[in-house]
Protein backbone atom coordinates (compact mmCIF):
# COMPACT_ATOMS: atom_id res chain seq x y z
CA UNK A 1 0.00 0.00 0.00
CA UNK A 2 1.09 3.60 -0.41
CA UNK A 3 2.11 5.43 2.70
CA UNK A 4 0.93 8.91 3.37
CA UNK A 5 3.77 10.70 2.11
CA UNK A 6 3.19 9.68 -1.45
CA UNK A 7 -0.38 9.57 -0.63
CA UNK A 8 -0.36 13.47 0.01
CA UNK A 9 2.17 13.95 -3.10
CA UNK A 10 -0.11 12.55 -6.00
CA UNK A 11 -3.30 14.90 -4.41
CA UNK A 12 -1.07 17.76 -4.64
CA UNK A 13 0.13 16.25 -8.21
CA UNK A 14 -3.47 15.94 -9.25
CA UNK A 15 -5.01 19.33 -7.76
CA UNK A 16 -1.85 21.61 -8.71
CA UNK A 17 -0.53 20.22 -12.02
CA UNK A 18 -2.91 17.97 -14.04
CA UNK A 19 -5.12 21.10 -14.63
CA UNK A 20 -1.80 22.79 -16.66
CA UNK A 21 -0.11 20.32 -18.28
CA UNK A 22 0.64 22.17 -21.36
CA UNK A 23 4.45 22.75 -22.47
CA UNK A 24 5.88 26.08 -23.20
CA UNK A 25 8.70 26.99 -25.62
CA UNK A 26 9.96 30.46 -26.56
CA UNK A 27 11.81 29.82 -29.57
CA UNK A 28 10.87 31.32 -33.12
CA UNK A 29 11.93 28.28 -34.65
CA UNK A 30 8.49 26.86 -33.41
CA UNK A 31 6.26 28.45 -36.04
CA UNK A 32 7.28 25.55 -38.65
CA UNK A 33 5.70 22.01 -38.49
CA UNK A 34 4.17 21.38 -35.06
CA UNK A 35 7.09 23.12 -33.10
CA UNK A 36 10.00 21.93 -30.97
CA UNK A 37 9.36 17.93 -30.29
CA UNK A 38 10.32 16.48 -26.77
CA UNK A 39 13.06 13.93 -27.48
CA UNK A 40 13.42 13.38 -23.86
CA UNK A 41 11.48 13.86 -20.54
CA UNK A 42 13.41 13.02 -17.03
CA UNK A 43 15.93 15.04 -15.69
CA UNK A 44 18.01 12.40 -15.50
CA UNK A 45 18.15 11.57 -19.25
CA UNK A 46 18.83 15.43 -19.39
CA UNK A 47 22.00 14.74 -17.63
CA UNK A 48 23.12 12.11 -19.68
CA UNK A 49 22.68 14.13 -23.11
CA UNK A 50 19.13 13.45 -23.52
CA UNK A 51 19.45 9.96 -24.42
CA UNK A 52 18.86 6.06 -23.16
CA UNK A 53 17.95 4.10 -25.89
CA UNK A 54 19.51 1.45 -24.68
CA UNK A 55 19.36 2.29 -20.77
CA UNK A 56 17.69 -0.34 -18.54
CA UNK A 57 15.20 2.29 -16.03
CA UNK A 58 15.90 1.30 -12.51
CA UNK A 59 15.62 4.74 -10.86
CA UNK A 60 13.23 6.46 -13.57
CA UNK A 61 10.54 5.57 -16.36
CA UNK A 62 11.33 6.84 -19.39
CA UNK A 63 8.98 6.34 -22.58
CA UNK A 64 11.92 6.81 -25.10
CA UNK A 65 12.36 2.54 -25.17
CA UNK A 66 9.73 0.61 -23.44
CA UNK A 67 11.89 -2.19 -23.29
CA UNK A 68 13.77 -0.39 -20.33
CA UNK A 69 10.85 -1.41 -18.29
CA UNK A 70 11.63 -4.99 -18.10
CA UNK A 71 14.14 -4.15 -15.44
CA UNK A 72 11.62 -2.54 -13.02
CA UNK A 73 11.92 -3.84 -9.32
CA UNK A 74 9.08 -1.86 -7.40
CA UNK A 75 6.26 0.46 -8.28
CA UNK A 76 7.69 3.69 -9.14
CA UNK A 77 6.12 7.06 -10.02
CA UNK A 78 7.62 9.82 -11.41
CA UNK A 79 7.00 13.68 -11.47
CA UNK A 80 9.02 16.69 -13.43
CA UNK A 81 9.05 20.04 -13.85
CA UNK A 82 11.30 22.05 -16.33
CA UNK A 83 12.70 25.48 -17.10
CA UNK A 84 13.66 26.58 -20.18
CA UNK A 85 15.22 29.68 -21.09
CA UNK A 86 16.06 31.86 -24.15
CA UNK A 87 17.97 34.43 -25.06
CA UNK A 88 17.03 35.38 -28.84
CA UNK A 89 19.41 37.60 -30.63
CA UNK A 90 19.39 38.76 -34.10
CA UNK A 91 22.19 40.62 -34.28
CA UNK A 92 21.76 44.34 -33.25
CA UNK A 93 19.32 43.62 -30.48
CA UNK A 94 18.70 40.68 -27.98
CA UNK A 95 15.55 39.60 -25.77
CA UNK A 96 15.42 37.13 -23.09
CA UNK A 97 12.42 34.68 -22.22
CA UNK A 98 11.99 32.18 -20.18
CA UNK A 99 9.29 29.58 -18.66
CA UNK A 100 8.53 26.78 -15.93
CA UNK A 101 6.12 24.33 -16.38
CA UNK A 102 4.70 20.91 -15.32
CA UNK A 103 6.69 18.02 -17.57
CA UNK A 104 4.50 15.25 -17.00
CA UNK A 105 4.03 11.94 -14.63
CA UNK A 106 4.59 8.44 -15.11
CA UNK A 107 3.57 5.47 -12.93
CA UNK A 108 5.20 2.08 -13.48
CA UNK A 109 3.70 -1.04 -12.07
CA UNK A 110 6.31 -4.53 -11.95
CA UNK A 111 3.88 -7.59 -12.29
CA UNK A 112 6.27 -10.58 -12.97
CA UNK A 113 10.33 -9.77 -12.39
CA UNK A 114 11.39 -13.19 -13.73
CA UNK A 115 9.06 -12.59 -17.01
CA UNK A 116 10.24 -8.75 -17.22
CA UNK A 117 6.55 -8.09 -17.16
CA UNK A 118 5.72 -4.82 -16.10
CA UNK A 119 2.98 -2.13 -17.26
CA UNK A 120 3.40 2.03 -17.27
CA UNK A 121 1.54 4.32 -17.93
CA UNK A 122 1.61 8.49 -17.99
CA UNK A 123 1.09 11.69 -19.27
CA UNK A 124 3.71 13.64 -21.30
CA UNK A 125 4.20 16.37 -23.20
CA UNK A 126 5.35 16.14 -27.65
CA UNK A 127 5.30 19.46 -29.19
CA UNK A 128 4.99 22.98 -27.90
CA UNK A 129 4.60 26.25 -29.84
CA UNK A 130 5.60 29.72 -28.55
CA UNK A 131 6.69 32.85 -30.08
CA UNK A 132 5.91 36.22 -31.10
CA UNK A 133 7.28 38.40 -33.93
CA UNK A 134 6.80 41.91 -34.49
CA UNK A 135 7.37 43.95 -37.66
CA UNK A 136 6.99 47.29 -38.40
CA UNK A 137 6.62 47.57 -42.20
CA UNK A 138 8.91 49.73 -44.78
CA UNK A 139 7.95 47.51 -47.67
CA UNK A 140 6.42 49.45 -50.46
CA UNK A 141 4.07 46.55 -51.36
CA UNK A 142 2.62 46.91 -47.82
CA UNK A 143 0.91 49.89 -46.12
CA UNK A 144 2.71 51.01 -43.21
CA UNK A 145 1.91 49.40 -39.81
CA UNK A 146 2.71 47.00 -37.15
CA UNK A 147 2.74 43.39 -37.93
CA UNK A 148 2.22 40.98 -35.23
CA UNK A 149 2.56 37.20 -35.35
CA UNK A 150 2.08 34.65 -32.61
CA UNK A 151 1.96 31.41 -31.88
CA UNK A 152 1.21 28.83 -28.82
CA UNK A 153 0.05 26.06 -27.51
CA UNK A 154 1.28 22.40 -27.66
CA UNK A 155 0.52 18.67 -28.37
CA UNK A 156 0.75 15.91 -25.19
CA UNK A 157 0.34 12.21 -25.76
CA UNK A 158 -1.23 10.03 -23.05
CA UNK A 159 0.43 6.38 -22.99
CA UNK A 160 -0.32 3.23 -21.77
CA UNK A 161 2.91 0.26 -22.43
CA UNK A 162 4.17 -2.57 -21.41
CA UNK A 163 7.48 -4.68 -20.99
CA UNK A 164 8.11 -8.25 -21.25
CA UNK A 165 11.75 -10.25 -21.46
CA UNK A 166 12.59 -12.67 -24.61
CA UNK A 167 14.68 -15.42 -25.09
CA UNK A 168 18.69 -14.50 -24.88
CA UNK A 169 18.00 -12.15 -22.31
CA UNK A 170 16.49 -9.27 -24.79
CA UNK A 171 13.96 -6.73 -23.35
CA UNK A 172 10.94 -5.82 -25.58
CA UNK A 173 8.52 -3.19 -24.88
CA UNK A 174 5.58 -1.45 -26.78
CA UNK A 175 3.07 1.61 -25.95
CA UNK A 176 -0.81 2.34 -26.92
CA UNK A 177 -0.16 6.54 -27.29
CA UNK A 178 -2.98 9.24 -27.54
CA UNK A 179 -1.99 12.48 -29.03
CA UNK A 180 -4.61 15.35 -28.58
CA UNK A 181 -3.34 19.39 -28.39
CA UNK A 182 -4.17 22.61 -29.47
CA UNK A 183 -2.57 25.38 -31.23
CA UNK A 184 -3.46 28.74 -32.12
CA UNK A 185 -1.33 30.92 -34.83
CA UNK A 186 -2.69 34.76 -35.33
CA UNK A 187 -1.32 37.77 -37.38
CA UNK A 188 -2.32 41.38 -36.84
CA UNK A 189 -2.15 44.23 -38.36
CA UNK A 190 -2.47 47.82 -36.74
CA UNK A 191 -2.07 50.89 -38.36
CA UNK A 192 -1.69 54.50 -37.18
CA UNK A 193 -5.42 56.49 -36.09
CA UNK A 194 -5.58 58.42 -39.51
CA UNK A 195 -4.48 55.74 -41.65
CA UNK A 196 -7.06 54.55 -44.73
CA UNK A 197 -6.36 51.09 -43.93
CA UNK A 198 -8.34 49.59 -40.62
CA UNK A 199 -6.49 47.51 -38.37
CA UNK A 200 -7.30 43.18 -38.64
CA UNK A 201 -6.58 40.34 -36.81
CA UNK A 202 -7.06 36.77 -38.01
CA UNK A 203 -6.69 33.93 -36.03
CA UNK A 204 -6.36 29.83 -37.16
CA UNK A 205 -6.93 27.35 -34.17
CA UNK A 206 -6.17 24.08 -34.58
CA UNK A 207 -7.08 20.97 -32.85
CA UNK A 208 -5.17 17.72 -32.99
CA UNK A 209 -6.50 14.47 -32.14
CA UNK A 210 -4.59 10.91 -33.19
CA UNK A 211 -3.22 7.62 -32.26
CA UNK A 212 0.57 6.05 -31.95
CA UNK A 213 2.61 3.51 -30.45
CA UNK A 214 6.45 3.20 -29.81
CA UNK A 215 8.12 -0.21 -29.94
CA UNK A 216 11.78 -1.04 -28.19
CA UNK A 217 14.03 -3.17 -27.83
CA UNK A 218 17.35 -3.92 -25.48
CA UNK A 219 19.74 -6.75 -26.17
CA UNK A 220 20.85 -8.76 -23.37
CA UNK A 221 24.24 -8.38 -21.94
CA UNK A 222 27.10 -8.53 -24.98
CA UNK A 223 29.34 -7.95 -22.82
CA UNK A 224 30.31 -11.68 -21.34
CA UNK A 225 31.52 -12.54 -25.22
CA UNK A 226 34.03 -10.13 -25.04
CA UNK A 227 37.31 -10.33 -23.31
CA UNK A 228 37.83 -6.90 -21.83
CA UNK A 229 37.46 -6.90 -18.38
CA UNK A 230 36.54 -3.54 -17.34
CA UNK A 231 33.71 -3.44 -19.62
CA UNK A 232 30.14 -4.87 -18.30
CA UNK A 233 26.58 -4.99 -19.20
CA UNK A 234 27.28 -3.41 -22.45
CA UNK A 235 23.85 -3.52 -24.09
CA UNK A 236 22.74 -2.11 -27.75
CA UNK A 237 18.90 -0.68 -28.13
CA UNK A 238 16.70 0.47 -30.47
CA UNK A 239 13.12 2.14 -30.64
CA UNK A 240 10.49 3.06 -33.04
CA UNK A 241 8.09 5.81 -32.77
CA UNK A 242 4.94 5.76 -35.26
CA UNK A 243 2.24 8.11 -35.06
CA UNK A 244 -0.94 7.71 -37.35
CA UNK A 245 -2.83 11.04 -39.32
CA UNK A 246 -3.73 13.42 -36.90
CA UNK A 247 -7.10 14.57 -36.99
CA UNK A 248 -7.12 18.31 -37.70
CA UNK A 249 -9.60 20.39 -36.66
CA UNK A 250 -9.31 23.94 -38.45
CA UNK A 251 -10.89 26.88 -37.22
CA UNK A 252 -10.26 30.43 -39.24
CA UNK A 253 -11.25 33.68 -37.46
CA UNK A 254 -11.37 37.04 -38.67
CA UNK A 255 -11.92 40.35 -36.18
CA UNK A 256 -12.23 43.40 -37.52
CA UNK A 257 -14.22 46.85 -37.29
CA UNK A 258 -17.38 44.75 -38.16
CA UNK A 259 -16.51 42.00 -35.47
CA UNK A 260 -15.65 38.58 -35.17
CA UNK A 261 -16.25 36.20 -38.19
CA UNK A 262 -16.01 32.70 -38.73
CA UNK A 263 -14.68 32.38 -41.94
CA UNK A 264 -14.21 28.91 -42.23
CA UNK A 265 -13.90 25.17 -40.51
CA UNK A 266 -12.65 22.57 -41.36
CA UNK A 267 -11.37 18.91 -40.93
CA UNK A 268 -7.96 18.38 -42.16
CA UNK A 269 -4.76 15.77 -41.69
CA UNK A 270 -1.59 16.67 -40.55
CA UNK A 271 1.29 13.88 -40.56
CA UNK A 272 4.26 13.72 -38.52
CA UNK A 273 7.06 11.12 -39.36
CA UNK A 274 8.12 8.55 -37.45
CA UNK A 275 11.26 8.66 -35.34
CA UNK A 276 13.76 6.10 -35.53
CA UNK A 277 16.81 5.78 -32.55
CA UNK A 278 19.62 3.90 -32.02
CA UNK A 279 21.55 3.46 -28.74
CA UNK A 280 24.76 1.65 -27.03
CA UNK A 281 25.68 1.10 -23.05
CA UNK A 282 27.99 -0.25 -21.17
CA UNK A 283 29.66 -0.24 -17.47
CA UNK A 284 33.21 0.64 -17.15
CA UNK A 285 34.78 -0.89 -13.96
CA UNK A 286 31.23 -0.67 -12.44
CA UNK A 287 31.56 2.60 -11.02
CA UNK A 288 31.48 4.22 -14.72
CA UNK A 289 28.47 4.38 -17.41
CA UNK A 290 28.77 5.21 -20.68
CA UNK A 291 26.14 5.81 -23.17
CA UNK A 292 25.34 6.93 -26.82
CA UNK A 293 22.94 7.86 -29.02
CA UNK A 294 21.27 8.11 -32.35
CA UNK A 295 18.04 9.85 -33.31
CA UNK A 296 16.83 10.26 -36.77
CA UNK A 297 13.53 11.34 -37.72
CA UNK A 298 12.51 12.62 -41.58
CA UNK A 299 10.94 15.91 -41.49
CA UNK A 300 10.78 16.52 -44.76
CA UNK A 301 7.94 13.99 -44.86
CA UNK A 302 5.66 16.53 -42.16
CA UNK A 303 2.56 17.67 -44.41
CA UNK A 304 -0.54 19.57 -43.50
CA UNK A 305 -3.42 18.97 -45.20
CA UNK A 306 -1.26 17.15 -48.00
CA UNK A 307 0.76 20.15 -48.20
CA UNK A 308 4.69 20.11 -47.07
CA UNK A 309 7.06 22.62 -45.88
CA UNK A 310 10.07 23.99 -47.71
CA UNK A 311 10.99 25.14 -43.90
CA UNK A 312 11.90 21.67 -42.76
CA UNK A 313 14.44 18.76 -43.29
CA UNK A 314 15.61 15.65 -41.75
CA UNK A 315 16.48 15.77 -38.11
CA UNK A 316 19.07 14.23 -36.55
CA UNK A 317 20.86 13.94 -32.98
CA UNK A 318 23.84 12.67 -32.00
CA UNK A 319 24.85 12.01 -28.21
CA UNK A 320 27.29 10.90 -25.85
CA UNK A 321 26.73 10.76 -21.68
CA UNK A 322 28.07 9.15 -18.67
CA UNK A 323 27.48 8.66 -15.41
CA UNK A 324 29.47 8.14 -12.34
CA UNK A 325 28.24 6.24 -8.87
CA UNK A 326 30.48 5.13 -6.13
CA UNK A 327 29.77 1.11 -6.29
CA UNK A 328 31.03 0.63 -2.84
CA UNK A 329 28.52 3.52 -0.95
CA UNK A 330 27.14 3.42 2.12
CA UNK A 331 23.32 3.73 2.78
CA UNK A 332 23.86 5.31 5.37
CA UNK A 333 26.57 8.31 3.91
CA UNK A 334 24.35 10.34 1.87
CA UNK A 335 27.25 11.96 0.01
CA UNK A 336 28.76 8.68 -1.14
CA UNK A 337 25.19 7.83 -3.03
CA UNK A 338 24.60 10.62 -4.77
CA UNK A 339 25.43 9.97 -8.94
CA UNK A 340 27.10 12.60 -10.94
CA UNK A 341 26.22 12.66 -14.47
CA UNK A 342 27.44 14.64 -17.93
CA UNK A 343 26.56 14.29 -21.49
CA UNK A 344 27.17 16.28 -25.11
CA UNK A 345 24.62 16.59 -28.21
CA UNK A 346 24.82 17.67 -31.71
CA UNK A 347 21.19 18.05 -33.43
CA UNK A 348 20.33 19.04 -36.75
CA UNK A 349 17.78 20.32 -36.35
CA UNK A 350 14.22 20.10 -38.60
CA UNK A 351 14.70 23.59 -39.36
CA UNK A 352 15.55 25.08 -42.51
CA UNK A 353 15.00 28.93 -42.57
CA UNK A 354 16.28 30.95 -45.35
CA UNK A 355 18.43 28.40 -47.12
CA UNK A 356 19.91 27.58 -43.76
CA UNK A 357 19.70 24.67 -42.00
CA UNK A 358 19.58 25.34 -38.24
CA UNK A 359 21.91 23.22 -35.86
CA UNK A 360 22.18 23.07 -32.30
CA UNK A 361 25.20 21.98 -29.87
CA UNK A 362 24.73 21.54 -26.21
CA UNK A 363 26.52 20.02 -22.89
CA UNK A 364 24.56 18.73 -20.28
CA UNK A 365 25.15 17.79 -16.39
CA UNK A 366 23.36 16.43 -13.32
CA UNK A 367 23.30 14.79 -10.18
CA UNK A 368 20.76 12.53 -8.15
CA UNK A 369 20.42 12.59 -4.89
CA UNK A 370 18.66 9.72 -2.52
CA UNK A 371 15.12 10.35 -0.59
CA UNK A 372 15.15 7.57 0.84
CA UNK A 373 16.08 3.40 0.14
CA UNK A 374 14.16 3.23 -3.10
CA UNK A 375 13.50 6.75 -4.44
CA UNK A 376 15.58 9.97 -5.45
CA UNK A 377 15.32 13.73 -6.91
CA UNK A 378 17.11 13.96 -10.21
CA UNK A 379 18.35 17.26 -11.32
CA UNK A 380 19.34 17.63 -15.19
CA UNK A 381 20.98 20.95 -16.54
CA UNK A 382 21.91 21.84 -20.21
CA UNK A 383 23.61 24.95 -22.00
CA UNK A 384 23.45 25.14 -25.55
CA UNK A 385 23.52 27.34 -28.71
CA UNK A 386 20.81 27.22 -31.50
CA UNK A 387 21.29 28.54 -35.12
CA UNK A 388 22.80 31.82 -36.72
CA UNK A 389 22.64 35.35 -37.67
CA UNK A 390 23.76 34.71 -40.75
CA UNK A 391 20.75 35.46 -43.35
CA UNK A 392 18.99 37.54 -40.98
CA UNK A 393 18.44 34.54 -38.61
CA UNK A 394 17.80 34.37 -34.84
CA UNK A 395 21.24 32.77 -32.79
CA UNK A 396 19.44 31.72 -29.79
CA UNK A 397 21.55 30.96 -26.23
CA UNK A 398 19.69 28.47 -24.26
CA UNK A 399 19.69 27.10 -20.61
CA UNK A 400 17.30 24.47 -19.75
CA UNK A 401 16.72 23.03 -16.20
CA UNK A 402 14.83 19.56 -15.07
CA UNK A 403 13.93 18.19 -11.57
CA UNK A 404 12.69 14.93 -11.54
CA UNK A 405 11.12 13.42 -7.98
CA UNK A 406 11.35 9.51 -8.51
CA UNK A 407 9.42 7.24 -5.59
CA UNK A 408 9.62 3.66 -5.17
CA UNK A 409 6.96 1.23 -3.00
CA UNK A 410 6.60 -2.22 -2.90
CA UNK A 411 2.67 -1.74 -3.58
CA UNK A 412 2.01 -5.92 -4.58
CA UNK A 413 3.44 -8.34 -2.47
CA UNK A 414 3.46 -11.71 -3.80
CA UNK A 415 1.99 -14.18 -0.82
CA UNK A 416 4.22 -17.77 -0.25
CA UNK A 417 2.59 -20.88 0.02
Do not use: C
Not at 113 to 140: A, Q, R
Not at 390 to 403: M, P, R, S
Request: no cysteine; hydrophobic share 35%.
Amino acid sequence: MMNKITYKLLIIFWLTFLPNIYASGGSIYTRYGVGNIFYSYSARRMGLGSIGTSLLGTGDLSPVNPASWSNLKVTRLSIGVGYNGINLNDGKTSAFYSTTDFSGFSIGFPVDKDLGISFVMGLLPFSTVEYEVDVNSTDNNLPAGKYTYNGNGSINKVYLGASYKLPLNFQFGATFEYYTGDIKYSSTASFKEFSPFANAKYIENLQYRGFGTTLGLISGNISKGLSIKKITNLRLGISLNLISSLRTDSSLITINKLGQLNSLSTLLNTNIPYKLSFGASFNWDTDYLFLMDYIYQPWSKYDFNGISSNNLRNLSVVSFGFEYKNSEARYTNFWEQIKYRGGLSFKQTQYYINGKGIDEYSVHAGITAPLGPRSNIDVGLAYGIKGTNDLNLIKENFVKANISLNFGELWFIRQER
